[in-house]
T-cell receptor
Framework: AQSVTQLDSQVPVFEEAPVELRCNYS??????LFWYVQYPNQGLQLLLK??????LVESINGFEAEFNKSQTSFHLRKPSVHISDTAEYFC?????????????FGKGTRLSVIA | DAEITQSPRHKITETGRQVTLACHQT?????MFWYRQDLGHGLRLIHY???????NKGEVSDGYSVSRSNTEDLPLTLESAASSQTSVYFC???????????FGQGTRLTVV
């Protein structure tokens, strides 16, 4: 079975400061990894994903995440946050080995950007 | 544009009543999923379907059922609503072999 642990439930950070949201996963098979973002009163949107190849993946709005197989981690980072980044962020895992396994989500991290 | 829509967006119901939440997608995706979102638990999988007439139980399926009679719709039924089923429900879809899932806007259900 797969599982995801998001180590921080809430992360407050000042505007223009860097941020890291931590994610660790557990799986006995190879994985696909995802970060989804949920803005207030909205559904989830895909932020970025790791499928294979380069372990560093980037989003269009400045976030990046690095797949670290030895540490089973997929931490999300941004060098300088904006007020508009305030949202809940979910890390998720699925497996490429079984066709279309449903996403397994972590409990989420609420990022609050302070002006 | 293709989309996935949930209805209603908000619903209040009484304990013991049967409730059905609708999910309709125009992506023509084979895969559809229902999750519930609760504070401190993140998103947990209720049921999912890989195609017409296919349904599968997820992590928290007790008290819920789904049926898939066509590609576009996967309604979620609460057979006898309980206060523990007060939650925000999200429907999602994806294409077979593709990795990205698209989510609806959610349905906030309150059971009183």
């Amino acid at each position: 079975a797969q599982s995801v642990t998001q180590l921080d439930s809430q992360v407050p950070v000042f505007e223009e400061a860097p941020v890291e949201l931590r994610c660790n996963y557990s799986s006995s098979v190879s994985v696909y990894l995802f970060w989804y973002v949920q803005y207030p009163n909205q559904g989830l949107q895909l932020l970025l994903k790791y499928l294979s190849g380069s372990t560093l993946v980037e989003s269009i709005n400045g976030f990046e995440a690095e797949f670290n197989k030895s540490q089973t981690s997929f931490h999300l980072r941004k060098p300088s946050v904006h007020i508009s980044d305030t949202a809940e962020y979910f890390c998720a895992v699925s497996s490429p080995n079984s066709g279309n396994t449903p996403l397994v989500f972590g409990k989420g991290t609420r990022l609050s950007v302070i002006a | 544009d293709a989309e996935i829509t949930q209805s209603p967006r908000h619903k209040i119901t009484e304990t013991g009543r049967q409730v059905t939440l609708a999910c309709h997608q125009t992506w023509n995706h084979n895969n559809m999923f229902w999750y519930r979102q609760d504070l401190g638990h993140g998103l947990r999988l209720i049921h999912y379907s890989y195609g017409v007439q296919d349904t599968n139980k997820g992590e928290v399926s007790d008290g819920y059922s789904v049926s898939r009679s066509n590609t576009e719709d996967l309604p979620l039924t609460l057979e006898s609503a309980a206060s523990s089923q007060t939650s925000v429900y999200f429907c999602a879809s994806s294409e077979y072999g593709e990795t990205e899932a698209f989510f609806g806007q959610g349905t906030r259900l309150t059971v009183v």
